[in-house]
């Protein structure tokens, strides 16, 4: 729905209820004030008659769907602005006519009138529900343009905490590799001590024999 259409919608509608008003007021009126009032009415007719030019080409200016809709209910209004417009002239014609003519004449009015107005009230109240569809419409989007915004902070969030997870990851797979570094190390230093040891024994086990054999020659001579 269009809401540039919504809006000439609601002035028409508006219009429409003040020209009816005006034209049951006139047919009472005599003389300058009847003149007046039918004067008022007729500026009405041209303001509403601007409406209907607007709204046809807003609709037709839309999507085919939507165009549809909107021109069977232009029907409507363009037939009740017709409705006024009969009024009128029946309000402004001469009053020479014989008293049954203007008796039928005057009924078949009351007629058109009531299905004018009848009509004006359908048409209100689809306007009406027509605006309470397109807030319905409007919470609908911001509802899903909030849920929209949370699932993006959301995955923002499970991005932060797979980076951390990464980097934690690796931290710890370099603790791993430094573990295993200094094992390597260490093995290193306890065979090289374990050498060291036998280096060391076999070096005093030959001292010892060294004095041994000395003190054995001093003894011997």
């Given at each position: 729905?269009?809401?540039?259409?919504?809006?000439?919608?609601?002035?028409?509608?508006?219009?429409?209820?003040s020209?009816?008003?005006?034209?049951?007021?006139?047919?009472?009126?005599?003389?300058?004030?009847?003149?007046?009032?039918?004067?008022?009415?007729?500026?009405?007719?041209?303001?509403a008659?601007?409406?209907?030019?607007?709204?046809?080409?807003?609709?037709?200016?839309?999507?085919?769907?939507?165009?549809?809709?909107?021109?069977?209910?232009?029907r409507?209004?363009?037939?009740?602005?017709?409705?006024l417009?009969?009024e009128?002239?029946?309000?402004?014609?001469?009053?020479?006519?014989?008293?049954?003519?203007?008796?039928?004449?005057?009924?078949?009015?009351?007629?058109?009138?009531?299905?004018?107005a009848?009509?004006?009230?359908?048409l209100?109240?689809?306007?009406?529900?027509?605006?309470?569809?397109?807030?319905?419409i409007?919470?609908?989007?911001?509802?899903?343009?909030?849920?929209?915004?949370?699932?993006?902070?959301?995955?923002?969030?499970?991005?932060?905490?797979?980076?951390?997870?990464?980097?934690?990851?690796n931290?710890l797979?370099?603790?791993?590799?430094?573990?295993g570094?200094?094992?390597?190390?260490l093995?290193?230093?306890?065979?090289?001590?374990?050498?060291?040891?036998w280096?060391?024994?076999?070096?005093?086990?030959?001292?010892?024999?060294?004095?041994?054999?000395?003190?054995y020659?001093?003894?011997?001579h």
């Amino acid at each position: 729905m269009s809401e540039v259409f919504e809006g000439y919608e609601r002035q028409y509608c508006e219009i429409s209820a003040s020209l009816s008003r005006k034209c049951t007021g006139a047919a009472s009126l005599d003389g300058e004030q009847k003149k007046q009032k039918v004067s008022e009415i007729k500026a009405g007719l041209e303001d509403a008659e601007n409406l209907i030019r607007k709204m046809d080409l807003e609709a037709r200016s839309l999507q085919p769907s939507v165009k549809a809709a909107l021109l069977a209910k232009l029907r409507e209004y363009k037939s009740d602005l017709n409705n006024l417009k009969s009024e009128v002239k029946r309000i402004t014609s001469p009053n020479t006519k014989n008293a049954a003519r203007e008796e039928l004449l005057e009924s078949g009015m009351a007629d058109t009138l009531a299905v004018s107005a009848d009509q004006r009230g359908r048409l209100l109240l689809s306007t009406e529900r027509l605006n309470q569809s397109s807030e319905s419409i409007k919470e609908s989007r911001r509802t899903m343009l909030e849920t929209e915004e949370l699932g993006v902070s959301i995955l923002q969030d499970l991005h932060q905490q797979r980076q951390s997870l990464l980097h934690a990851h690796n931290t710890l797979h370099g603790v791993d590799d430094n573990i295993g570094k200094s094992k390597k190390i260490l093995t290193s230093m306890s065979r090289r001590m374990d050498r060291n040891k036998w280096i060391i024994s076999s070096i005093i086990a030959a001292l010892v024999l060294a004095i041994v054999l000395i003190l054995y020659f001093k003894l011997s001579h």
